[in-house]
């Protein structure tokens, strides 16, 4: 097991205008579970394999324990790879695919059917080793591209999306299965992903990226509670933040007809920009009683029990401008006979509210 460390590590493709990694640092801690995550093109996919080196690292450099790997092949880095596709050879059985390494790397058949048993065990794939991938699911399939890793014993696990084959349930409870196993083995482990969801559910830490640079890294819970900027408030929480656009007045944000509370100090860290974006999460809304608060055109509400989900806009908008509008999401814990088309008054919670400038999108509160 080790440590792995991205020194301003950085990937620029041929004939690209900037690069897909523009000066990657981050520490990975021995035993960590580290999740990679973004949209489509952020560069986690391009960090990932420059890490496994299959990809050139034009800038910087790599570190696996105290190795500098940036310049080693892939086969003497001590990492294995999970990919998206399982990557399993058709013609062979599940314990042939999953001792293959090990037999290119001349371990004793012996050795190499006990790895390969303890691996399958693990997995619950005692009973599939002699059958081939095309008699498996995908959920088995995924198992078996697991414990082709974990037979090798690795200093790193790296997994680029391999839950994305999946079905919706079944990615959930595989999720919980790939944590467990992780925690178990004690392996580094360096997890890619799209999905915010399955990165604050399983990641010890989570590092946020957005066109090929770090935007934050932290745990899961300090992500959701103190986001660095605009774009890790509005892509890290399912729903999505609240991010409502405002200027600032003399004693807070107007937001609509309704100036929501926000002290000076935080204003004035703005300098001469009004423009102020209010960040605020669906549960932190409480209905007002007495005529204060965010105006919100009602379009949907969802009942779930406990819970009611309103969906609208800000009021007071035509129905043309109501079509581009941002949506405001409010969780609220009771029950609310609200009709379509009603308008509501929302208080935020003003201890748990952030404050963003609109224009550099960083974080003021």
Same mark, same amino acid.
């Given at each position: 097991?080790?440590?792995?460390?991205?020194?301003?590590?950085?990937?620029?493709?041929?004939?690209?205008?900037?690069?897909?990694?523009?000066?990657?640092?981050?520490?990975?801690?021995?035993?960590?579970?580290?999740?990679?995550?973004?949209?489509?093109?952020?560069?986690?996919?391009?960090?990932?394999?420059?890490?496994?080196?299959?990809?050139?690292?034009?800038?910087?450099?790599?570190?696996?324990?105290?190795?500098? /790997?940036?310049?080693? =092949?892939?086969?003497?880095?001590?990492?294995?790879?999970?990919?998206?596709?399982?990557?399993?050879?058709?013609?062979?059985?599940?314990?042939?695919?999953?001792?293959?390494?090990?037999?290119?790397?001349? /371990? =004793?058949?012996?050795?190499?059917?006990?790895?390969?048993?303890?691996?399958?065990?693990?997995?619950?794939?005692?009973?599939?080793?002699?059958?081939?991938?095309?008699?498996?699911?995908?959920?088995?399939?995924?198992?078996?591209?697991?414990?082709?890793?974990?037979?090798?014993?690795?200093? /790193?696990?790296?997994?680029?999306?391999?839950?994305?084959?999946?079905?919706?349930?079944?990615?959930?409870?595989?999720?919980?299965?790939?944590?467990?196993?992780?925690?178990?083995?004690?392996?580094?482990?360096?997890?890619?992903?799209?999905?915010?969801?399955?990165?604050?559910?399983?990641?010890?830490?989570?590092?946020?990226?957005?066109?090929?640079?770090?935007?934050?890294?932290?745990?899961?819970?300090?992500?959701?509670?103190?986001?660095?900027?605009?774009?890790?408030?509005?892509?890290?929480?399912? =729903?999505?933040?609240?991010?409502?656009?405002?200027?600032?007045?003399?004693?807070?944000?107007?937001?609509?007809?309704?100036?929501? $509370?926000?002290?000076?100090?935080?204003?004035?860290?703005?300098?001469?920009?009004?423009?102020?974006?209010?960040?605020?999460?669906?549960?932190?809304?409480?209905?007002?009683?007495?005529?204060?608060?965010?105006?919100?055109?009602?379009? /949907?509400?969802?009942?779930?029990?406990?819970?009611?989900?309103?969906?609208?806009?800000?009021?007071?908008?035509?129905?043309?401008?109501?079509?581009?509008?941002?949506?405001?999401?409010?969780?609220?814990?009771?029950?609310? =006979?609200?009709?379509?088309?009603?308008?509501?008054?929302?208080? $935020?919670?003003?201890?748990?509210?952030?404050?963003?400038?609109?224009?550099?999108?960083?974080?003021?509160?």
């Amino acid at each position: 097991m080790a440590t792995v460390s991205f020194k301003d590590a950085t990937r620029v493709y041929p004939g690209a205008d900037h690069p897909a990694v523009d000066k990657l640092n981050l520490e990975i801690g021995d035993g960590e579970f580290m999740v990679l995550v973004g949209p489509s093109g952020c560069g986690k996919s391009t960090s990932l394999r420059m890490l496994a080196g299959l990809e050139e690292v034009n800038a910087g450099a790599i570190h696996i324990g105290d190795r500098n /790997v940036t310049d080693l =092949p892939p086969k003497d880095r001590d990492i294995a790879m999970v990919f998206q596709n399982y990557a399993l050879y058709p013609h062979m059985t599940v314990a042939d695919n999953m001792g293959f390494a090990l037999k290119m790397q001349n /371990v =004793p058949k012996a050795d190499r059917d006990a790895r390969v048993a303890e691996a399958a065990k693990l997995l619950g794939l005692e009973s599939f080793l002699n059958r081939k991938p095309k008699a498996l699911s995908g959920g088995q399939r995924q198992r078996v591209a697991m414990g082709r890793a974990i037979v090798r014993q690795p200093q /790193v696990f790296l997994m680029d999306e391999p839950l994305s084959n999946l079905d919706a349930k079944l990615r959930v409870s595989t999720r919980t299965q790939i944590a467990a196993l992780q925690q178990r083995l004690g392996v580094t482990t360096v997890y890619v992903t799209h999905d915010q969801v399955e990165a604050m559910t399983m990641g010890d830490r989570v590092a946020v990226m957005k066109d090929g640079l770090l935007q934050q890294c932290d745990s899961p819970l300090t992500l959701y509670d103190s986001p660095k900027n605009l774009f890790v408030a509005g892509f890290i929480g399912s =729903p999505a933040m609240n991010l409502l656009q405002g200027k600032a007045v003399d004693g807070g944000v107007r937001i609509g007809d309704y100036t929501v $509370p926000v002290s000076r100090e935080v204003l004035a860290k703005a300098g001469n920009d009004t423009d102020v974006t209010l960040g605020i999460r669906p549960e932190h809304f409480e209905s007002s009683h007495d005529g204060q608060g965010i105006a919100i055109d009602i379009a /949907v509400v969802e009942e779930l029990g406990a819970d009611s989900y309103l969906y609208g806009t800000l009021a007071g908008l035509s129905p043309d401008e109501k079509l581009t509008a941002t949506q405001i999401v409010a969780r609220l814990q009771s029950r609310h =006979p609200l009709s379509k088309q009603s308008v509501v008054r929302l208080l $935020p919670d003003l201890e748990k509210m952030h404050a963003f400038n609109t224009k550099t999108g960083e974080r003021l509160s």
